[in-house]
């Protein structure tokens, strides 16, 4: 580890301990109250000599850099550094990150309830208080009760919505929103007015239709989407600004039609939700794909348009989850003249490794092969019967990885060469 990486970590560590050891006295005299919040003890907590001295050479650190690192503790923790000396009495007010956890109000109280009660007044009234200065990083990590215990979803996401809309009215720049035990329900109209946003990573979210229209009319900065194990209630996903857009396989379409997405600026696609597959419509700055689609409510003609948007990448990563019966002809795979660098699965070893001759017979530039196998235990026999097609016409690989748990991988190496590739 770099050791100004270090450092800055084992800085950090030593403010959490001295808070850790202040934590009792924090809610006595600063109780969850505004005005209690807002004033701290004017000769600070008499506290131990370690402490003290700890203090002492954290203390000697410009204000910026105290601000900037504290601002990596969690927002309870942040609040109690006022408590160890004068000048640390309103620096929390004014860091520049914020990390809203309900995890830190775990043990305080007896049930699920209370602690949310105490997590959220906590969190309006640290925000009340807060400085108007603009934020590089918001974060929370928020809990929803599950279905059976929620009378009205809408109402427990309303404290989560009204502190994401004012993060980004303090000028966040990068929002992550993680929840559990069951989805936030997002309003789409928090992402409606103008915003500094170039970054959001969603995690268990309920997106409803209009989401993304309001994150294009309002976020016109934003570059980086990342979904994770959301639900999408939105046909149409657009958007001018996006480079880098993720949705994980935990991640599911909430209707039955196809849905559209339409990202010229895209540069990184990584794609795995269940469903039918999406069309892709201008993706022309593409560069590098990740994509895995199954069977369920997946059409050849769709593998195929969805091949044919990626037809411009350098990169693609491409897993198939089931056995897809194509005519045996090239049509369905479309030139990858681009292509310089390709992931297979398992899948396209099936019906004498068809669809994998197929990818190298329509990737004439390709550089490096990466298989991914559960087990490699081919039998020569199988590989030579398998040939019987010609040459893959794919001269310039350099590299074949093949990434397996058990078997032999020299039998697939023995089919590339013995369809006419040279291995470095």
């Not at 005299?29 to 506290?47: C, F, H, K, Q, Y």
């Not at 310089?340 to 001759?357: F, M, P, R, S, V």
């Not at 040459?391 to 990434?403: G, K, R, Y």
């Amino acid at each position: 580890m770099p050791p100004l990486i270090y450092g800055f970590m084992a800085f950090q560590f030593a403010i959490s301990q001295c808070c850790r050891l202040c934590e009792h006295h924090l809610f006595d005299e600063i109780s969850l109250r505004t005005d209690s919040m807002a004033e701290a003890p004017a000769d600070g907590l008499v506290v131990s000599k370690n402490v003290a001295s700890a203090a002492c050479r954290i203390n000697a650190l410009p204000s910026h850099v105290l601000s900037r690192a504290i601002s990596f503790l969690d927002a309870r923790q942040l609040v109690q550094t006022c408590l160890l000396s004068r000048r640390w009495r309103h620096l929390w007010r004014s860091v520049p990150r914020i990390n809203a956890s309900r995890h830190e109000f775990d043990g305080m109280a007896d049930s699920e309830e209370e602690r949310n009660v105490l997590f959220k007044k906590f969190t309006n009234a640290f925000l009340v208080l807060r400085n108007p200065v603009a934020l590089d990083e918001f974060r929370l990590f928020y809990f929803m009760p599950d279905h059976e215990e929620s009378e009205d979803p809408d109402a427990d996401s309303d404290d989560a919505n009204l502190w994401i809309h004012h993060a980004l009215r303090s000028n966040a720049r990068s929002v992550k929103v993680k929840i559990w035990d069951d989805r936030l329900h997002l309003d789409p109209a928090v992402f409606a007015s103008k915003c500094f946003l170039t970054s959001l990573q969603l995690s268990c979210v309920m997106l409803f239709d209009g989401f993304f229209r309001n994150l294009q009319t309002g976020c016109t900065a934003l570059e980086r989407l990342l979904l994770n194990d959301c639900a999408i209630d939105d046909v149409e996903i657009s958007s001018q600004t996006l480079k880098v857009f993720t949705v994980d396989d935990y991640s599911n379409f909430t209707f039955g039609e196809q849905p559209s997405i339409s990202i010229p600026s895209l540069s990184y696609l990584a794609f795995s939700a269940s469903g039918r597959i999406p069309s892709l419509k201008n993706m022309g700055s593409l560069v590098t794909a990740s994509v895995s689609v199954s069977s369920g409510g997946t059409q050849v003609d769709d593998i195929c348009q969805f091949l044919r948007s990626l037809s411009g990448v350098t990169n693609l990563d491409f897993d198939y989850a089931g056995m897809l019966k194509m005519e045996k002809s090239l049509q369905w795979c479309p030139k990858f003249n681009n292509l310089t660098a390709l992931t297979l699965g398992e899948w396209c070893l099936a019906e004498d490794y068809y669809a994998l001759k197929v990818f190298l017979r329509n990737c004439p530039n390709l550089v490096k092969l990466t298989l991914k196998l559960k087990q490699c235990n081919y039998t020569s026999e199988t590989i030579i019967a398998g040939l019987n097609e010609g040459s893959f016409a794919c001269q310039h690989i350099e590299m074949l990885e093949i990434v397996y748990s058990k078997g032999d991988p020299k039998v697939l190496e023995k089919l590339l060469v013995e369809g006419g590739i040279t291995l470095g």
